[in-house]
């Protein structure tokens, strides 16, 4: 059988398209930066302290009483005013008066005279309620049985 009549014309033509493929590869193609150490070092110790925050918050019980900061942080959104402070980070809740709450707290979180970001020591419960905000967001609802100063009174 005679070669094909085509066959000088493909060697030229492969070599062409494999130059234009790797030029095109060093020049011309997507080049991605090698990620800095510490920013993957970063991201690494982030999702663990989420993932660590979300098991521990997953062992609180409900009716499960705890002491704790709350602090004042409105939001321009229609979020719950109020964060608590657990498992070393600040959650966003919707705190309400517990039936067996001391006279003020009631007083103290209906107060509008807070700066934001101050600080009050906190008995709480986690209750089976949830609020939800107009953006879809779920907020857990706890039990305020008091509220002082300081964590000593």
Do not use: K
Request: hydrophobic fraction near 40%; include cysteine; aromatic fraction near 10%.
């Amino acid at each position: 059988m005679p070669p094909c009549p085509d066959a000088r014309m493909f060697r030229p033509v492969l070599w062409v398209i494999t130059f234009c493929g790797l030029t095109a590869q060093a020049c011309g193609g997507v080049q991605t930066a090698a990620e800095p150490p510490e920013t993957a070092t970063t991201r690494t110790a982030q999702y663990r302290v989420h993932r660590a925050v979300g098991r521990a918050a997953n062992t609180q019980t409900v009716e499960s009483a705890f002491q704790t900061w709350i602090r004042f942080n409105p939001a321009p959104c229609d979020c719950p005013r109020w964060e608590l402070q657990m498992y070393g980070h600040w959650e966003r809740v919707q705190p309400v008066e517990a039936r067996d709450a001391d006279a003020n707290v009631s007083g103290t979180l209906a107060f509008e005279g807070f700066s934001p970001g101050e600080l009050l020591w906190a008995d709480v419960m986690l209750t089976d309620d949830t609020v939800v905000d107009g953006q879809g967001w779920v907020y857990p609802v706890y039990n305020v049985r008091r509220i002082s100063e300081d964590p000593d009174s």
